[in-house]
């Protein structure tokens, strides 16, 4: 297995992953096709199952064992639901699982959900993998890194070709590619090569709901998007992870268009965490077209060149609501390279600024610094673990902007605008209402950042906030306890993690006067 040269380190920290599973026969060094079997009258859902009883798949008790069978069957328009598993191609490397245009394929199920709404990708990891041997070193079947990757595995884990946006995939982890050729096909797109390639070609599927883990190429580690020097490659990709991936150029996603197309590249709420190329683009190569990043987090990638993102030759990057933060390169942009190219930030926090160290234009790149740009820690609530939720402190909540058409909910199937504003990068922080009451036949107030009850008793905070309720006799009265939230006499303090009410009760103080007797 040929690893990228450098002496770049590996790093990588588990992390929660999405998933499910999909398939089809595609032989990257022909580009062959399955046959399409004649279109059935309607559209039918196919079910796979490890539990299937493998005779028509149109049952959970009579789905397939294999994927191949129900993307055999299945036509334009119809659906394949995919049980918890792992899943391999086939018995040989050049074998991928290809995406049938026009069939939508799901994982992340049971294996006995009647609607699709009942399937979670998050607790029914569906695992389309590489290992074709079984021997990678691994982590509930997800390869972390390629360094784990051992023997025989698949070039390319998906394969797409001629699909446009109403082709899905969704809810899966693709894991353990290993596209190490020197050169062609065969060193490109270890987990997904989209082949768009050629006057009135296109590969636009529609991806969502997918983890990238472990993958490894020449270019482009997870995925490879190829609309060079004609053609169209431009997946629509939304709530995405792409962690532990690498390449020479393009750790996790290579793009390549070289004349724009009448549409973009657009990620929505996605994460590239601890990628890793040895030359150019730690998490994404991209040249000669236009890409949109929308709640975008990059977290922890390395290259030479642009530790996050090289941006090359005349290209236009649009980031609008991104973090940057973390990334590092050893030559040029710890968090971007942007060479002959050119970068439109809008309400994104960039690494040292927009115009600080974080972006190298040394090679006639270009940017506009339209609003609400910023610089500070994002304040992770567990970086080193992977956890790139924002704590109720981060000056990324509540600066970003509402963005028309982006994605309704975040990458944890939050609403995307909670309170006032959307917040940066691919989470949105949940907040809470805590409401505090006066009680008992006594006087009294209750103090803390926001409230001031006999006033306002009523404060929103964000998910995490640390907040500490001060109750505050009026004169020749006392302060008997808390109730709800918090109990005792002494402050309440309490961590905002759901809505909270708390009640402090006041009484009035009463003093004894005896009588004075004075002799006469």
């Given at each position: 297995m040929k690893l990228a040269t450098s002496n770049l380190s590996w790093r990588l920290s588990p992390i929660i992953l999405i998933t499910a599973v999909l398939t089809l026969f595609f032989t990257p060094l022909t580009s062959a096709q399955q046959p399409v079997p004649n279109k059935v009258t309607g559209a039918t859902i196919y079910y796979?199952?490890?539990?299937?009883?493998?005779?028509?798949?149109?049952?959970?008790n009579t789905a397939f064992t294999s994927i191949w069978d129900a993307?055999?069957?299945?036509?334009?328009?119809?659906?394949?639901?995919v049980a918890a598993g792992s899943y391999i191609p086939g018995n040989a490397a050049n074998v991928s699982f290809n995406l049938k245009s026009g069939v939508a394929m799901y994982g992340g199920f049971v294996g006995n959900e009647m609607q699709r709404e009942q399937r979670d990708w998050f607790t029914n990891p569906t695992i389309l993998t590489g290992d074709l041997g079984g021997d990678d070193a691994n982590s509930n079947g997800i390869v972390l890194s390629p360094s784990d990757i051992v023997g025989t595995n698949s070039i390319h884990v998906v394969t797409a070709q001629a699909v446009t946006e109403n082709t899905v995939l969704d809810g899966f982890v693709i894991t353990a590619g290993n596209a190490s050729a020197?050169?062609?096909?065969?060193?490109r797109g270890g987990g997904f090569y989209c082949a768009g390639s050629g006057?009135?070609?296109q590969c636009n599927p529609t991806l969502s709901n997918i983890q990238f883990s472990g993958n490894y190429a020449g270019t482009g580690g997870a995925m490879y998007l190829d609309g060079n020097p004609t053609g169209e490659s431009h997946p629509t990709l939304t709530n995405i992870i792409f962690s532990g991936n690498v390449a020479?150029?393009?750790?996790a996603i290579y793009h390549a268009e070289q004349y724009q197309s009448t549409d973009n590249l657009k990620l929505t709420n996605v994460i590239f965490l601890e990628n890793t190329a040895s030359e150019s683009g730690g998490a994404i190569y991209h040249y000669g077209s236009i890409m949109s990043l929308t709640n975008v987090t990059f977290y922890q990638n390395l290259a030479a060149r642009g530790g996050a993102i090289a941006n090359d030759i005349a290209t236009d990057l649009i980031m609008t609501n991104v973090i940057l933060w973390g990334n590092s390169a050893t030559d040029l942009g710890m968090a971007i390279f942007n060479g002959y190219s050119h970068i439109e930030l809008t309400s994104s926090l960039v690494q040292g600024g927009v115009n600080g160290p974080g972006i190298d234009?040394?090679?006639?790149?270009?940017?506009t610094d339209v609003e609400g740009n910023i610089a500070g820690d994002p304040l992770f609530v567990d970086a080193a673990n992977g956890n790139l939720r924002l704590q109720a402190e981060s000056?990324?909540?509540?600066?970003?902007?509402?963005?028309?058409?982006s994605a309704p909910t975040d990458l944890d199937g939050n609403p995307r605008i909670i309170h006032v504003r959307t917040d940066m990068g691919a989470y949105e922080t949940p907040f809470y209402t805590l409401t505090v009451s006066v009680a008992g036949s006594g006087n009294g107030a209750v103090n803390a950042t926001g409230i001031g009850c006999g006033g306002d008793c009523t404060e929103s905070y964000a998910h995490g906030a640390q907040i500490i309720l001060t109750a505050v006799p009026e004169p020749n009265n006392a302060f008997s306890g808390w109730s709800g939230g918090c109990s005792g006499t002494g402050d309440c303090e309490l961590t905002i993690t759901a809505d909270t009410a708390v009640s402090a009760t006041f009484s009035p103080e009463y003093r004894l006067y005896l009588p004075t007797v004075i002799k006469p």
């Amino acid at each position: 297995m040929k690893l990228a040269t450098s002496n770049l380190s590996w790093r990588l920290s588990p992390i929660i992953l999405i998933t499910a599973v999909l398939t089809l026969f595609f032989t990257p060094l022909t580009s062959a096709q399955q046959p399409v079997p004649n279109k059935v009258t309607g559209a039918t859902i196919y079910y796979v199952s490890p539990n299937g009883n493998d005779t028509d798949g149109l049952t959970w008790n009579t789905a397939f064992t294999s994927i191949w069978d129900a993307i055999t069957a299945a036509n334009f328009g119809d659906e394949i639901w995919v049980a918890a598993g792992s899943y391999i191609p086939g018995n040989a490397a050049n074998v991928s699982f290809n995406l049938k245009s026009g069939v939508a394929m799901y994982g992340g199920f049971v294996g006995n959900e009647m609607q699709r709404e009942q399937r979670d990708w998050f607790t029914n990891p569906t695992i389309l993998t590489g290992d074709l041997g079984g021997d990678d070193a691994n982590s509930n079947g997800i390869v972390l890194s390629p360094s784990d990757i051992v023997g025989t595995n698949s070039i390319h884990v998906v394969t797409a070709q001629a699909v446009t946006e109403n082709t899905v995939l969704d809810g899966f982890v693709i894991t353990a590619g290993n596209a190490s050729a020197s050169s062609g096909l065969n060193s490109r797109g270890g987990g997904f090569y989209c082949a768009g390639s050629g006057e009135g070609n296109q590969c636009n599927p529609t991806l969502s709901n997918i983890q990238f883990s472990g993958n490894y190429a020449g270019t482009g580690g997870a995925m490879y998007l190829d609309g060079n020097p004609t053609g169209e490659s431009h997946p629509t990709l939304t709530n995405i992870i792409f962690s532990g991936n690498v390449a020479d150029y393009g750790g996790a996603i290579y793009h390549a268009e070289q004349y724009q197309s009448t549409d973009n590249l657009k990620l929505t709420n996605v994460i590239f965490l601890e990628n890793t190329a040895s030359e150019s683009g730690g998490a994404i190569y991209h040249y000669g077209s236009i890409m949109s990043l929308t709640n975008v987090t990059f977290y922890q990638n390395l290259a030479a060149r642009g530790g996050a993102i090289a941006n090359d030759i005349a290209t236009d990057l649009i980031m609008t609501n991104v973090i940057l933060w973390g990334n590092s390169a050893t030559d040029l942009g710890m968090a971007i390279f942007n060479g002959y190219s050119h970068i439109e930030l809008t309400s994104s926090l960039v690494q040292g600024g927009v115009n600080g160290p974080g972006i190298d234009n040394s090679e006639g790149g270009t940017i506009t610094d339209v609003e609400g740009n910023i610089a500070g820690d994002p304040l992770f609530v567990d970086a080193a673990n992977g956890n790139l939720r924002l704590q109720a402190e981060s000056p990324a909540i509540d600066t970003g902007i509402n963005v028309l058409n982006s994605a309704p909910t975040d990458l944890d199937g939050n609403p995307r605008i909670i309170h006032v504003r959307t917040d940066m990068g691919a989470y949105e922080t949940p907040f809470y209402t805590l409401t505090v009451s006066v009680a008992g036949s006594g006087n009294g107030a209750v103090n803390a950042t926001g409230i001031g009850c006999g006033g306002d008793c009523t404060e929103s905070y964000a998910h995490g906030a640390q907040i500490i309720l001060t109750a505050v006799p009026e004169p020749n009265n006392a302060f008997s306890g808390w109730s709800g939230g918090c109990s005792g006499t002494g402050d309440c303090e309490l961590t905002i993690t759901a809505d909270t009410a708390v009640s402090a009760t006041f009484s009035p103080e009463y003093r004894l006067y005896l009588p004075t007797v004075i002799k006469p």
